[in-house]
């Protein structure tokens, strides 16, 4: 018991940290000087984690001095994890909202097709898509928008970044959890509210620019979670992630196999001076579709599971279809799924 209130007084002064930042930033700089700093903290702590583990791992094997060190810091920092668990900071949350306006693309909006309000702890899911390279949409318009703040909703990201050193802290102190099957059913179990992109890495390797793309025929799982706890399911679509960053094409089966090892097989091009910041002229509507109440059946059939999939995914093609002509880029767009 003392474990736990120790922890949370730590978790607490440094969250605390993160609010006094946040209010010297207001007073101290002028808006439009901060106008980048919400989405580059987060893509800058995001890239640069895979960019460190990547250079880790090469120190390993090409400079064998370099091992104690790595040990050491790996002890460390993965030991300090047990004694202060990652967890959400309310500060934090509010310290990103703030941090996301002035808007970084040249359009950012969230429209709603149901304008009843959602509780919290009411069951209810919200699948985001496309994935796109960075998520852009489930990030600025999604977890850094003031719109969603007071639905208390676990942003589910793929597990292995919450593996990586500094974007896990920032991505739990921020409201983001593991997608991981483990805490996938602990959540729903509870009844929280979640946000996820069911296409995964897949989705993000199918990226191209101008196109709309989704991988969702092969995911079922989160229909059958879903099932399984009687959860409402919102389809929800980013018109405009398309158009973030351009990638390669080459080698789609390459690197499409590369997602079995949670290896993201997207090589993105954005901004000519910071290739990882996405494009600033894109412009982002995430529409949130109509809800999809799905019935509680403690132990779906293939055929159950089947059946609501389909309905799910008729259901974001006419999220697709019924925005395309006011908020996509070309009003003949085609919603390709795989």
Not at 124 to 144: D, I, K, Q, R, Y
Request: with cysteine; proline share 6%; hydrophobic share 45%.
């Amino acid at each position: 018991m003392k474990r736990k209130t120790l922890c949370r007084v730590v978790g607490d002064l440094i969250a605390s940290l993160f609010k006094i930042s946040h209010l010297k930033v207001q007073i101290s700089i002028p808006l439009p000087r901060v106008i980048m700093l919400g989405i580059w903290t987060l893509f800058t702590v995001w890239v640069g984690s895979v960019y460190v583990v990547l250079a880790t791992l090469l120190a390993l094997v090409f400079l064998p001095l370099t091992r104690p060190y790595v040990l050491a810091f790996a002890v460390a920092y993965y030991g300090s994890r047990l004694v202060m668990p990652l967890r959400r900071s309310q500060y934090v949350c509010e310290w990103f909202v703030w941090a996301n306006s002035p808007a970084y693309f040249a359009k950012q909006e969230v429209v709603r097709e149901d304008t009843e309000p959602v509780a919290k702890q009411s069951k209810t899911m919200f699948a985001f898509h496309p994935h796109g390279v960075l998520c852009c949409g489930w990030s600025v318009n999604g977890a850094m928008n003031a719109s969603w703040l007071d639905l208390k909703i676990s942003w589910l990201a793929a597990d292995v970044l919450f593996k990586l050193p500094f974007v896990s802290h920032v991505l739990s102190w921020g409201g983001s959890d593991t997608a991981a099957k483990p805490n996938f059913e602990r959540l729903m179990k509870q009844g929280d509210n979640i946000a996820l992109l069911p296409g995964g890495f897949e989705e993000a390797t199918l990226f191209a620019k101008g196109e709309h793309r989704v991988y969702i025929k092969k995911r079922a799982g989160f229909i059958k979670y879903g099932l399984q706890c009687g959860y409402t399911v919102y389809p929800v679509y980013t018109f405009g992630e398309e158009e973030t960053f351009y990638a390669v094409s080459w080698f789609l089966p390459l690197r499409l196999w590369l997602n079995r090892f949670q290896v993201p097989g997207v090589i993105p091009f954005g901004t000519w001076w910071c290739s990882y910041m996405p494009l600033r002229s894109a412009k982002l509507t995430t529409v949130v579709g109509k809800p999809i109440k799905l019935p509680r059946i403690d132990a779906p059939t293939r055929e159950d599971v089947a059946k609501y999939h389909q309905v799910y995914m008729d259901a974001l093609q006419g999220v697709f279809d019924r925005n395309k002509a006011k908020y996509a880029t070309d009003p003949e767009a085609t919603l390709h799924m795989y």
